[in-house]
């Protein structure tokens, strides 16, 4: 069986990055609110309706990255091996992806959100997203039902990993060095909710009275 896209779908995905890259290289030199949509068709030598068959918005553009970030984590979760909790899973997931090489682009990327508490808040609500991929594997690490508040609960707080991957997205000059910082900051959190887990999937022996 032949996986590989066919030349359609390859030439959408060349006209989504052309768009996206050309996009980013306006944030950066401009601002992401200065420019337009208008300005970035131009840059992309495309029409603005044409930006709108790729990205709903600017916004989208802006965080093209992450639908993908979203699967591949949906199938690093999904693929896992036997034995391996859905914590460490997203430890490994996080460090993968900041130990990645990051461009000068990507970096202005990531100041440019930085610098904006809109764009931040932003990219807190679509980190949030990723509850819906987390939630259902720590529940079955509990052997626990879907809808089960508990695992809802422990996703919630491992977004917060995210975020600090997010606003310490290191110095490209100082790899070696960020990543370990990345995961001293990680591992606390990532101890303390396996810690939280066990807790939960300790029988009661007793009740208060």
């Known amino acids: ?28 030199e401009r601002g992401y609110h200065a420019t337009t949509l208008p300005d970035i068709a131009e840059a992309a030598d495309v029409s603005t309706r044409t930006i709108f068959a790729y990205f709903p ?34 430890r490994q997931f996080i460090l993968s992806l900041h130990g990645a090489e990051k461009s000068e682009l990507d ?35 509990l052997d626990a039902a879907p809808n089960d508040i508990r695992p809802q609960v422990v996703a919630a707080s491992l977004t917060a990993a995210f975020n600090v991957l997010s606003e310490r997205g290191g110095d490209a000059n100082k790899k070696s060095k960020s990543a370990a910082d990345m995961a001293a900051a990680i591992d606390p959190v990532i101890t303390f909710l396996r810690g939280g887990l066990e807790a939960l999937k300790a029988p009661r022996t007793t009740r208060r009275r």
């Open 1 to 28: 069986m032949n996986a590989q896209p066919g030349l359609r779908e390859r030439k959408k995905q060349r006209t989504r990055e052309t768009i996206a890259r050309a996009a980013h290289e306006l944030f950066a």
């Open 57 to 90: 918005s600017k916004e989208d553009i802006l965080f093209s990255d992450f639908p993908f970030m979203k699967d591949a984590l949906a199938q690093a979760l999904a693929e896992r091996p036997e034995g391996e909790d859905a914590l460490e899973t997203v």
């Open 107 to 141: 970096e202005q990327m990531r100041l440019c959100i930085e610098n904006d508490e809109t764009l931040r808040s932003h990219l807190r609500a679509r980190l949030a997203q990723l509850e819906e991929l987390i939630a259902p594997a720590i529940a079955k690490d």
